[in-house]
């Protein structure tokens, strides 16, 4: 590892969230950000995978971001039937996710759901950082 991720890990931790509901607000807090990726890298564990997609792509931090910004601009989230569960310096959290993401820029913004699974891990200052994130898209009810 350089000493430049190493100071930027070290940075990252120390203005990480104090606690995993605190997290998780500022996540989906900066979904909706007009520039959403400094906000969203700041909570991400520097070796963060994020599973997601229809097609199943696996992407680092930095490729999910291009691909996030590519979508378009994420104007609402909403979760339903969120459960946390706690172990030790980790934490899991589920749900239900509904995204309105403008995917064509003059068009009604596009309804994405997904069930959802974040895990959060604490780092040794006591902030969380999201480790790893898989989105699952589910089809419409009807």
């Keep these: 590892m350089t000493d430049s991720l190493t100071r930027a890990t070290a ?7 104090a606690t995993v509901e605190d997290a998780e607000a500022a996540w989906l807090a900066a979904q909706t950000l007009p520039d959403p990726e400094p906000a969203i890298r700041a909570l991400l564990h520097p070796g963060c995978v994020v599973v997601h997609s229809a097609v199943g792509h696996i992407h680092g931090t930095d490729d999910w971001l291009v691909y996030a910004e590519r979508m ?4 609402r989230v909403d979760t339903f039937d969120v459960t946390v569960q706690r172990f030790g310096t980790t ?7 509904e995204m309105r993401v403008a995917i064509v820029p003059d068009l009604p913004p596009f309804v994405i759901q ?5 895990v959060w891990v604490q780092s040794p200052s006591g902030g969380w950082q999201l480790a790893h994130l898989q989105m699952a898209r589910r089809l ?3």
């Design 114 to 118: 997904a069930a959802v699974t974040r």
């Design 72 to 75: 378009g601009r994420t104007s």
């Design 140 to 142: 419409p009810p009807g």
């Design 91 to 97: 934490a899991v959290v589920s749900c239900l996710q």
């Design 11 to 17: 940075e990252t931790a120390r203005s990480a969230p």
